[in-house]
């Protein structure tokens, strides 16, 4: 069997798992004694972090959480943020005085009109002017509650991200067939903290997958998820057309303070008996509350129950 198979018998037996797999045993030696190890053939949906409480670390082949963190939008990725921060106020108009080279305020001279509207003459019958001073209507971003540019500017460079993440893991492989479900299978629910710039925070999805043979299983397509804070609309991840298995994660418009439930999805099982599937996102913005299986998978991952047989 392959390496994902041991490692969610790692985890949940707490047990060296030995080299042969778990199917397809053949014979076995009948000199049994007692540093035989029972190898459970099921368990149940679990999810954890990198070290669990028995001391055990599971890592991510794909991943290195050991990684720097990644940087604060800068540049162009810090002017979208910028722009988007003010994007629900309205501009405001001014009128403003037009100035001269030198500074001075410019003038112009303009016919002068009586209280009926007629326009002023003199004595001898020349149109009376006056001067005034020059203005023009100037258009300014708005002062809004949530702060002007310059404001969300100074809040995005301030911010620093920090990566987290956790695994989801299960297998069944007592039934010696595969299973196959599709769309939604886990939903993680997130609280998005109060004091985040608004933006858009991506929910990296990391599937190891494995087969009833213990062959490893690779998606054609693996999209990662897009969590946008009072950053406007945000459409939905488009699969309609993909002809291969791909992992996708949701697209969520909300606010700061929210509650809201992330799904990762799959599209064109070919047919999955393990997975452990990591999904890494910011800590410093997100506050990760639980996660549980969903969908059609629901009903699979409530049917496993624990279970094994001695292996050598």
Do not use: H
Not at 284 to 292: C, G, K, P, S
């Amino acid at each position: 069997m392959k390496n994902i198979t041991k490692k969610i018998i790692a985890v949940f037996a707490v047990l060296a798992v030995a080299a042969m797999g778990l199917t397809g045993c053949g014979d076995k030696n009948k000199n049994k004694d007692e540093s035989s190890v029972s190898a459970p053939k099921r368990y149940p949906f679990e999810v954890g972090s990198a070290t669990e409480g028995n001391g055990l670390t599971i890592s991510d082949p794909n991943q290195d959480l050991n990684a720097a963190d990644p940087v604060a939008p800068t540049g162009d990725d810090a002017q979208d943020v910028t722009s988007s921060a003010d994007e629900n106020t309205q501009p405001a108009t001014e009128v403003e005085e037009v100035t001269e080279a030198d500074g001075q305020p410019a003038t112009q001279y303009v016919p002068v009109t009586e209280a009926n509207g007629e326009t002023a003459t003199d004595a001898n019958g020349a149109e009376v002017t006056e001067a005034v001073v020059v203005t023009q209507i100037a258009t300014k971003p708005s002062q809004s509650g949530n702060g002007n540019a310059q404001t969300a500017t100074q809040a995005v460079n301030d911010y620093t991200p920090k990566q987290d993440g956790r695994y989801a893991m299960w297998l069944d492989i007592s039934k010696d067939k595969n299973f196959f479900f599709e769309n939604e299978m886990i939903t993680a629910t997130f609280k998005v903290k109060e004091d985040i710039p608004n933006g858009d925070y991506k929910v990296k999805i990391s599937p190891d997958l494995s087969d009833i043979a213990g062959v490893a299983v690779s998606p054609e397509k693996v999209i990662d998820g897009v969590i946008r804070v009072n950053n406007g609309e945000i459409e939905a991840v488009d699969v309609s057309g993909e002809t291969g298995m791909v992992f996708y994660g949701d697209s969520i418009a909300c606010k700061q303070g929210d509650t809201i439930d992330f799904n990762i999805n799959i599209k064109n099982n070919s047919g999955l008996a393990a997975f452990c599937i990591w999904f890494y996102f910011d800590s410093n913005a997100l506050e990760f509350v639980e996660a549980y299986p969903t969908g059609e998978f629901d009903e699979i991952a409530r049917s496993t129950e624990i279970g094994g047989e001695k292996v050598e």
